[in-house]
């Protein structure tokens, strides 16, 4: 990221702290420096989108009632790259077929095919 990316970084990341409870022993200058360290690499965009749907309560994986761990954003930043990355791709009309890898719902569900509805449509 840039420099002007990592202060809007900073920023959305402020945000989202101020949109879940904090301790009042929480150290939001390191707390911001760890986040930032973890998500160094990523694109803003898909870090503010990834932001976006914690705060909505999107995100299936993590309890609505607390902010996500960097670990847990990072998680979220990735899957918003890969979302990215296939809707170019299906926009430059590279994508001629489902994507067969399981990914991250796979992985939740625990049998490595993924939700019902994906695997029949898949087969």
Same mark, same amino acid.
């Given at each position: 990221?840039?420099?002007?990316?990592?202060?809007?970084?900073?920023?959305?990341?402020?945000?989202?702290?101020?949109?879940?409870?904090?301790?009042?022993?929480?150290? &939001?200058?390191? #707390? !911001?420096?760890?986040? !930032?360290?973890?998500?160094?690499?990523? =694109?803003?965009?898909?870090?503010?989108?990834?932001? #976006?749907?914690? &705060?909505?309560?999107? &995100?299936?994986?993590?309890?609505?009632?607390?902010?996500?761990?960097?670990?847990?954003?990072?998680?979220?930043?990735?899957?918003?790259?890969?979302?990215? =990355?296939? !809707?170019?791709?299906?926009?430059?009309?590279?994508?001629?077929?489902? &994507?067969?890898?399981?990914?991250?719902?796979?992985?939740?569900?625990?049998?490595?095919?993924?939700?019902?509805?994906?695997?029949?449509?898949?087969?």
């Amino acid at each position: 990221m840039t420099t002007a990316e990592l202060q809007q970084a900073t920023k959305a990341l402020a945000a989202m702290f101020s949109c879940f409870p904090q301790s009042a022993l929480t150290d &939001v200058e390191m #707390q !911001l420096r760890g986040y !930032l360290g973890a998500i160094r690499d990523a =694109e803003l965009g898909d870090l503010q989108a990834a932001i #976006q749907r914690f &705060v909505r309560g999107e &995100v299936r994986s993590c309890n609505a009632q607390f902010c996500p761990s960097s670990a847990q954003l990072c998680i979220e930043v990735r899957e918003r790259r890969v979302m990215r =990355e296939l !809707l170019a791709r299906r926009g430059a009309g590279l994508v001629s077929s489902p &994507v067969r890898s399981g990914g991250e719902a796979a992985r939740r569900s625990g049998d490595g095919e993924g939700d019902a509805v994906g695997h029949a449509r898949a087969d």
